[in-house]
């Protein structure tokens, strides 16, 4: 059973940056889609930003292009979001994703389409 744990979350003032990060626990993962989510309550989970984990060029949400990178470290077996300018409307609950899949052979964006998913990690962004 794959488990990824996230940390990293917190609460942050506008303009500040914050950085997630996500490892597999206890079976052993490598390979494949990883990738980041987010909701808001009364919203459905968003896509945020994917990456193959061997490499390829991520996507990101047009709502973060330009103020988040995701990277994924294959010495940690880590996946990172590093997020600045962090504006209000990026606060919620983040969730780490994996799929061995390749990103672009499945429905990346759909949150249905994701096999693994972390126990979420709440990001808040005050005024």
């Known amino acids: 059973q794959v488990q990824l744990v996230e940390s990293g979350g917190g609460s942050v003032q506008a303009g500040g940056s914050l950085t997630l990060a996500c490892a597999p626990n206890?079976?052993?993962?490598?390979?494949?889609?990883m990738g980041w989510f987010r909701q808001v309550p009364d919203k459905a989970r968003e896509g945020v930003a994917v990456?193959?984990?061997?490499?390829?060029?991520?996507w990101y949400a047009d709502s973060v292009k330009g103020r988040f990178t995701i990277s994924h470290d294959h010495v940690k077996n880590t996946l990172y979001l590093q997020m600045n300018s962090l504006e209000p409307a990026d606060t919620g609950m983040y969730y780490c994703?994996?799929?061995?899949?390749?990103?672009?052979?499945?429905?990346?964006?759909?949150?249905?389409?994701?096999?693994?998913w972390g126990q979420g990690t709440q990001v808040t962004v005050s005024s």
């Open positions: 206890g079976y052993a993962y490598s390979g494949g889609c």
């Open positions: 990456i193959d984990t061997d490499g390829g060029s991520p």
């Open positions: 994703v994996a799929d061995r899949r390749m990103c672009s052979t499945f429905p990346r964006r759909n949150s249905g389409a994701w096999r693994y």
